[in-house]
Each structure stands twice: as C-alpha cells, then as structure tokens.
C-alpha cells in the first residue's frame, strides 16, 4: 500500500513537472513575441515624436503616451519574468511551496497593483488630451470625457496576494511534514 502511494505521488510530481516545463516555455514564447511588439511600438512611438517635435508639437502632450507605455511595458515584463520563475522552477522538480514563491506571488500582486494605477493614469491623461486640457491635436466636442478604470488588475492583484497565503501555510504543512517524516 505503501509503495501504490510512492508510485501515485512520483507519477504526479512528474505530471506536474512536464505541465509546468510546458507552460514556462509558452510563456517564454509569448513574452518574446510581446517584447517585439512593445519595442516595435516604442520606436513607432518615439520617431512620431521626434517628426513632431520638429514641427513645432507640443512636448509634455507627445511624451506621456510614450512614458506610459514604457512604464506599462516594464510591468508586464516584471509579471512574465515573475510566472516565468514560477514554472520554470516547479518544472525542475521543486516544491512549489516554497517562501520563495509565496514572495514572487506576492511581487506579483503588487505589479498587477502598479498597473492598475499606471492604467488609470493613462486614462486619465487621455481624458485631458479629449477635453483639451493639453494640447495635442484632439478636438472636444462636448466639455466631458469619460475615465475609464479596469477592475480586473486589481481583483487579480487581490487573488494572487491571497493566494500567495494559501502557498504560505502549504510551506508550513510542507516543513510539517519533512519533520514528521
């Protein structure tokens, strides 16, 4: 009975890893394929810039946008770098109940945090642009604009703190259990 519950737990601590060596090498795939994205975006972005800065644009309405999407762009790499040590950990055989993990659950929740402000400040600068606040070349036709907030990063930022509770006690159970052992 013993050795049915030693092959049942291998048999599923390698399931496990080949489920996450598959997810760590999508997330890899996906993170290039957004980072050439996003660096495509920025070139378009800054040579915009610099074709209107030479007519005369206006600066502080040009560089915001440009500003934004880099800070937005370094915290989705700061959230894919975070799953990606996740996954790519528990595929080399690794407890996933670790306080290593609980930690980078924990910086996760937190950028998911960060981007929700960096969201609703892009938001809230687009609505300054449509109102004509700054000037950049929108015309308002009516003398309101709306500012639109994302609840999911921070639902997301919520879960995954909670979560990152969860894999705190799974820790302690986990040492609980080595020393019983």
């Given at each position: ?57 206006n600066f502080a ?121």
């Amino acid at each position: 009975m013993f050795t049915n519950e030693l092959e049942e737990e291998r048999a599923s601590l390698m399931r496990t890893n080949r489920v996450c060596a598959g997810i760590s090498v999508v997330i890899k795939v996906v993170f290039a394929i957004i980072c050439l994205f996003w660096l495509f975006v920025v070139v378009s972005m800054i040579a915009s810039f610099v074709n209107t800065s030479n007519a005369g644009g206006n600066f502080a309405s040009d560089v915001t946008p440009i500003v934004l999407h880099i800070m937005r762009g370094a915290v989705v790499a700061v959230l894919f770098v975070i799953l990606n040590g996740i996954f790519s950990e528990t595929a080399k055989g690794e407890s996933p109940f670790t306080l290593k993990q609980v930690n980078r659950l924990r910086y996760m929740a937190l950028a998911l945090l960060v981007y929700a402000v960096l969201e609703l400040i892009f938001s809230a600068s687009t609505a300054m642009f449509q109102l004509g606040s700054l000037n950049s070349g929108y015309f308002s036709t009516n003398d309101s604009a709306i500012i639109t907030f994302d609840f999911a990063p921070l639902i997301a930022s919520a879960v995954i703190f909670a979560f990152s509770f969860v894999f705190q006690y799974g820790v302690l159970l986990q040492e609980f259990s080595d020393e019983t052992l």
